[in-house]
């Protein structure tokens, strides 16, 4: 074993560490060597996101010492940040294993440095979280929650005094003051215990009322209350509000999915809790066509995400991915306010540079402001930030089936999605027509965006490496041709360039450093390779478009686009 593991391993071991802790290391040693370095060869990185990853001992998991040092860090920061304010934070958890642990734990290291914690009584949504900083006037807020991952990871978000997730320049200060805590020992671990008040019933009331207010149509929904919905919290947070929300909607069909809807880590009836996997939603899906629902939703374990099935043109059952369910909802949004004459002259909409381009010809038309950004809540967040006062943000998403309705939370929502996108099915009721119906349309009138995802891991030790040569190598010899077609722009988002490479033109882009690459083909698809922030993988976005005359036409080109989609991941030996 590597000398500098081994250290780390003895320090656990001779250290201030638990008992339990101490005999897991001991345990691994004898019967899982392998399992024991990769607990130890890195230490856990606090990213620009925080914490994420497996629950165990060592430095490389997510464990009450990492948790807490995390903690200590981002204490000392608030502390420097707001020295002449009392600084409070707001903190929430999911339905994981050890949430609820560790949020007491970072309540407890907040309050041993005299930091005033606001700790939700038990499991709530994320953008509860965000909505609570905000509302109880907080200077940041943190969430113990691995979103979507696998039962065996847990992980820490970091929040900031608007409700949005760490940006520049907190983001790598933060980081900087968490990797000067060296030790354990340098954890203030008790002795605040009066500085945290348990919060709940009253910060949801609060919420609730928000969402309600984000409703455009309550008169469409009164005649149309007995829309049948099913909705699964897949074993999450979201059985704590989504319910309650759709009945102060008006809705009164609601059809909880039974065999999901007690919060559980260890997620009995999913491998991944995440509604953007089939498997996952396949339980609502029999229940939606056994009571021959309207529309069927389900969301993660904190919320935030949200997936919807729906009825297609031939009377099946298809899940919606991230891009249709987002193109829907903008849709929905700017042409009810249109329709109702809320809409203001100053209104925008938020995406992000790998969501479909569906939705910025959406708001063209619409003459509605569109700004693409970053992948990621926070840098909507940041936009909503920049440009208060000036223009009306009314709604924002990304194709990672999220999106965040009104300014009110900074943060993705499924909560408030759940309702809107429901109101919707009702708005479409109305009309006398199903929302793929309305889909197809749109297709007609903008142009049929095809998306794809496909995601790569590379799991231990040299799983970085790899994902950094592949960039490196994609950088350095970008493809001239993939599937036929001229890569005519190269837009490289961590070199802040965009380059034409047809003329040899470069210029800048305006927007902070981040590992992404995308290729402009010259029929107008779009690929985009991008490293996860929080997991071992390399995501690659594809986007293929082109004209749909009719609705009828949809299965033929439909077919076409998905073979285009094909042939390129084949031509980039994928």
Known sequence: MDAAIQEKINTWLNGGFDQATKDEITRLKKEKPDELTDAFYRNLEFGTGGLRGIMGAGTNRMNKYTVGMATQGYANYLKQSFPDEQVKVAIAHDSRNNSRFFAETTANVFGANGIRVFLFEALR???????????????????????????????????????GQLVPPHDKNVIREVEKIGS????????????????????????????????VYPDVIAKHKDLKIVYTPIHGTGIMLVPEVLKRFGFTNVNIVEEQSKPDGNFPTVIYPNPEEKETMSIGLKKAKE?????????????????????NNHGEWVLMNGNQTAVLAFNYIIEARKTKGIARPNDMVITTIVTTGMINRIAEKNGVNCYNVLTGFKWIAELIREKEGKENYVIGGEESFGLMIGDKIRDKDA????????????????????????????YVEYGFYKEDLISITKKGMDGQQQIA????????????????????????????????????????????KSNVLQFILADGSKISARPSGTEPKIKFYFSVNTKLHSAADFDKVNKQLDEKIKAIIKDMKL
């Not at 529309?295 to 729906?310: F, M």
């Not at 408030?416 to 197809?440: H, N, P, Q, T, W």
Request: charged share 25%; aromatic share 8%; glycine share 10%.
């Open 184 to 215: 354990v020992n340098d954890v203030k671990w008790t002795g605040g215990e009066e500085n945290v008040t348990i919060i709940g019933k009253e910060v949801d009331e609060e919420y609730i009322k928000m969402v309600k207010g984000l409703s």
């Open 125 to 163: 949504p994320t953008p509860e979280l965000s909505f609570a900083i905000r509302y109880l006037g907080c200077q940041g807020g943190v969430v113990c929650t691995a979103s979507h991952n696998p039962k065996e990871y847990n992980g820490y978000k970091a929040y900031w005094n608007d409700g």
């Open 415 to 442: 909560v408030s999605a759940v309702a809107i996108l429901c109101e919707m099915a009702a708005y479409e009721k109305e009309k006398g027509r199903a929302l793929f119906d309305k889909l197809l349309d749109l």
């Open 469 to 512: 040569a592949m960039m490196e190598s994609y950088r350095a010899n970008p493809p001239k041709v993939i599937n036929g077609s001229d890569v005519t722009q190269l837009l490289d988002y961590q070199l802040q360039k965009g380059k034409n490479l047809k003329t040899g033109e470069d210029w800048a882009i305006k927007l902070p």
């Open 291 to 311: 009571l021959d629902a309207g529309i069927l939703l389900g969301t993660d374990p904190d919320a935030d995400r949200v997936g919807i099935g729906i009825k």
